[in-house]
T-cell receptor
């Protein structure tokens, strides 16, 4: 399975943008890049996914490098509610399980 | 409200006493799965089901059973729980196996003494 590498933790000030990096140098052509987050005492929550092009949704933006070996999840204005562990996951389309690594613990400071 | 529910949310039991953790979704999803989350190991898939009466093993199926008799329910059964099954369990569902987003339940914290 292709692996992802994320920083263990990051910190952001409230109402500022946050860029969460993910390296996946062994990504295959059929791997989609997924981001989930897990708020304290809750189950994981889907954030966004993409294949080659940058993606935007109501929660975040996903910027994918041209060579697809890295990506960045962008939260445009961090709020206290965004404090969570963020997981970058590679998954082929189809029935393959989500493999969660350790993720990045994001702290948001008021 | 569209959701995945799990019961119980917390359970303390003793070694060898059979237990069932229920999972139910009200979104008419075909695909359901169970994960366990352990410190330092992340979430690992236990079992999954692509539709009614279709189940298959995930990465860590030993010691667990599942059934999918109805579309909405996907119970996790521990026939003879052991302390190494102490963990946080999550049920998830998705409209179908090829959809990217999965919806997770709130979790069940199980302690086996």
């Amino acid at each position: 399975d292709a692996k992802t590498t994320q920083p263990n933790s990051m910190e952001s000030n409230e109402e500022e943008p946050v860029h969460l990096p993910c390296n996946h140098s062994t990504i295959s052509g059929t791997d989609y890049i997924h981001w989930y987050r897990q708020l304290p005492s809750q189950g994981p929550e889907y954030v966004i996914h993409g294949l080659t092009s940058n993606v935007n949704n109501r929660m975040a933006s996903l910027a994918i490098a041209e060579d697809r070996k890295s990506s960045t999840l962008i939260l445009h204005r961090a709020t206290l509610r965004d404090a969570a562990v963020y997981y970058c996951i590679l998954r082929e389309k189809g029935n393959t399980p989500l493999v969660f690594g350790k993720g990045t613990r994001l702290s948001v400071i008021a | 409200e569209a959701q995945v529910t799990q019961n119980p949310r917390y359970l303390i039991t003793v070694t060898g006493k059979k237990l069932t953790v229920t999972c139910s979704q009200n979104m008419n999803h075909e695909y359901m799965s169970w994960y366990r989350q352990d410190p330092g190991l992340g979430l690992r898939q236990i079992y999954y089901s692509m539709n009614v009466e279709v189940t298959d093993k995930g990465d860590v199926p030993e010691g667990y059973k599942v059934s999918r008799k109805e579309k909405r329910n996907f119970p996790l059964i521990l026939e003879s729980p052991s302390p190494n099954q102490t963990s946080l369990y999550f049920c998830a569902s998705s409209p179908n196996p090829v959809r990217h987003e999965q919806y997770f339940g709130p979790g069940t914290r199980l302690t086996v003494t």
